[in-house]
């Protein structure tokens, strides 16, 4: 049980990875999906599927560098405040921004996600010696 435990944070890093990779695979990158979500000029209308929104608001968060912003401000807090909820979220954000083509704040924020989380467990693995 306690292997389990360990191993959950990672795990779940993983799985928003893999829902990153297939949101960017089946929803932002073929061409036939964006011409769906293409809006005639000069209309005002949202026009396609209910899934366009969607679509546009992964876009937005490469385009106004809202996935840099927060994978660099997770990383600050988690090596302040070193804590394991916040080094999961700094990994999977980290994780997000590598495929999603934010590679410098991604590569940053899974390195420091990883390394507290690892400490955090190493922590929690060893016996007090006091």
């Not at 829902?19 to 000029?41: M, S």
């Not at 912003?69 to 405040?81: E, F, K, P, R």
């Not at 999961?88 to 420091?112: D, F, H, Q, R």
Request: proline residues 6%; glycine residues 6%; positive net charge.
């Amino acid at each position: 049980m306690n292997r389990i435990r360990h191993q959950a944070p990672w795990i779940a890093a993983a799985l928003i990875c893999v829902a990153a990779i297939l949101t960017r695979q089946f929803l932002i990158q073929p061409p036939e999906i964006a011409h769906q979500c293409d809006a005639p000029k000069l209309s005002l209308i949202p026009v396609g599927p209910w899934w366009c929104s969607v679509r546009s608001a992964v876009i937005m968060t490469y385009a106004w560098g809202a996935l840099q912003y927060t994978a660099l401000g997770l990383s600050i807090a988690a090596l302040v405040w070193r804590r394991g909820w916040l080094a999961v979220a700094t990994l999977a954000v980290g994780l997000v921004a590598i495929v999603w083509y934010t590679y410098e704040p991604g590569a940053v924020a899974i390195t420091i996600g990883a390394l507290v989380l690892a400490r955090q467990q190493e922590r929690s693995t060893v016996p007090a010696t006091r």
